[in-house]
Nanobody, 118 residues
Framework: QVQLVESGGGLVQPGGSLRLSCAAS????????MGWYRQAPGKQRELVAT??????KNYADSVRGRFTISRDDAKNTYLQMNSLKPEDTAVYYC?????????????WGKGTLVTVSS
């Protein structure tokens, strides 16, 4: 099985920064991409940023220029969040999309809460 564990969430003031980490463990056949999604209160889960196996990055318009996704190996990914805004408040989920046996499979962490407030 694949397990994803997020960390780094917390309370931060507007304009502040946080760095989220996602540690992946277990048997991973092939990583298509990893990414971060978030779900704010009363909202649907939305894409924040992704990074492909080849290192290509994609960001939601709302975070582009403020957030940076990165990785240090195939099992760890990070989300550096700068210039945080109250609207960034959400539970942030790590996602790993793998290609196994000819099928795409998504794995999710349990989330880490980010609260941006004065």
């Amino acid at each position: 099985q694949v397990q994803l564990v997020e960390s780094g969430g917390g309370l931060v003031q507007p304009g502040g920064s946080l760095r989220l980490s996602c540690a992946a463990s277990g048997s991973i056949f092939s990583i298509d991409k990893m990414g971060w999604y978030r779900q704010a209160p009363g909202k649907q889960r939305e894409l924040v940023a992704t990074i492909t196996n080849g290192g290509s990055k994609n960001y939601a318009d709302s975070v582009r220029g403020r957030f940076t996704i990165s990785r240090d190996d195939a099992k760890n990914t990070y989300l550096q969040m700068n210039s945080l805004k109250p609207e960034d408040t959400a539970v942030y989920y790590c996602n790993l999309a793998s290609y196994e046996g000819g099928r795409f499979i998504n794995y999710w962490g349990k989330g880490t809460l980010v609260t941006v407030s004065s």
